[in-house]
């Protein structure tokens, strides 16, 4: 459940690489959930394409939303203190960004944790006990986008690219995001 906007004290944000986002989900909704392995041709149905279009545009109205909220745009001029997380920092090292949200949490007078080099062994603990049951990340046969949606979710990119600069977050580099082309992005 998600508090109203006027309700909230500050916004913790991650963001994802959209098109690996995207991916997720769909192999989520159509492979079998979160924990099992999907099939590649999942991605040569008909309904991939709409999803994902739908998708990377999700992922760049979400950040503008967001940003309007922080901004005081949405809000009756209110701000909002915001902290970004990127997925990919938080899946390679989570107990540092625990400890980022820990100091934006105090920074903002949210509360104060005690006990914080504590909890955070604790989470380095739980994190390298839970190691052995994450997958492995196959990479793809063939490129799942079209070259239109690599475009698409590319200037996504580069708006919510603009979107984090302009609003002083410049070294939150999503720039690296952007997909390029291959020699086929086509199904086979």
């Known amino acids: 459940m998600f508090l109203p906007w006027e ?14 986002a995207t991916i997720a989900e769909w192999k989520r909704q159509k492979g079998g959930g979160h924990t099992s392995q999907a099939d590649e041709e999942i ?3 008909e ?5 994902a279009r739908a998708s990377l545009k999700r992922w760049a109205d979400l950040i503008t939303n967001v940003f309007e909220k ?10 909002i203190p915001l902290h970004i997380i990127l997925y990919e920092d938080m899946a390679r090292n989570a107990t540092l960004e625990m400890s980022r949200v820990l100091d934006f949490i105090e920074k903002e007078n949210y509360f104060f944790v005690d006990d914080r080099s504590s909890r955070l062994r604790c989470l380095t603990k739980a994190l390298l006990d839970t190691e052995k049951f994450h997958r492995k990340k196959k990479p793809p046969t063939f490129e799942y986008f079209s070259e239109e949606l690599i475009d698409e979710g590319n200037k996504y990119i ?8 302009e609003n002083d977050f410049p070294l939150v580099d999503i720039i690296k995001y952007k997909k390029k082309h291959t020699a086929s992005t086509s199904l086979p």
């Open 7 to 20: 309700d909230m004290k500050g916004i913790l944000f991650i963001i994802r690489n959209p098109f690996d």
């Open 43 to 45: 991605f040569k149905r």
């Open 47 to 51: 309904n991939w394409e709409s999803m």
């Open 70 to 79: 922080h901004t005081g745009v949405n809000t009756k001029g209110r701000k």
């Open 158 to 165: 580069e708006e919510g690219l603009l979107l984090l600069i």
